[in-house]
């Protein structure tokens, strides 16, 4: 089955940096597009960047020039490097893939950017 699983949240000082990573498995993952959300305390979910099979990325008006999404299609893993971070970044962070029309979601890792 589809499993997302992501890692390195944690707490980080205002403009510090934080790399959050996603492995996943049960599909081809090299054929498919990968993105990643976020949602803090009382806020709908939101797309911060997604990145095509090609590679191309798009981010989010909110993080462009300071988040970098990117794959690694021999690990089966998809990385978000944050530099910048302000309190506004703080959220907890998902995986997504959507397969067949179906959106599959990680457990989710919380980034928390103290002031």
């Known amino acids: 089955q589809v499993q997302l699983v992501e890692s390195g949240g944690g707490l980080v000082q205002a403009g510090g940096s934080l790399r959050l990573s996603c492995a996943a498995s049960?599909?081809?993952?090299?054929?498919?597009?990968m993105g990643w959300y976020r949602q803090a305390p009382g806020k709908q979910r939101e797309l911060v960047a997604r990145?095509?099979?090609?590679?191309?990325?798009n981010y989010a008006n909110s993080v462009q020039g300071r988040f970098t999404i990117s794959r690694d299609n021999a690990k089966n893993t998809v990385y978000l490097q944050m530099n910048s971070l302000n309190p506004e970044d703080t959220a907890i962070y998902y995986c997504n893939t959507n397969i067949a029309t179906i959106d599959y979601w990680g457990q989710g890792t919380q980034v928390t950017v103290s002031s």
């Open positions: 990145i095509t099979v090609g590679g191309n990325p």
């Open positions: 049960g599909f081809i993952f090299r054929f498919t597009a």
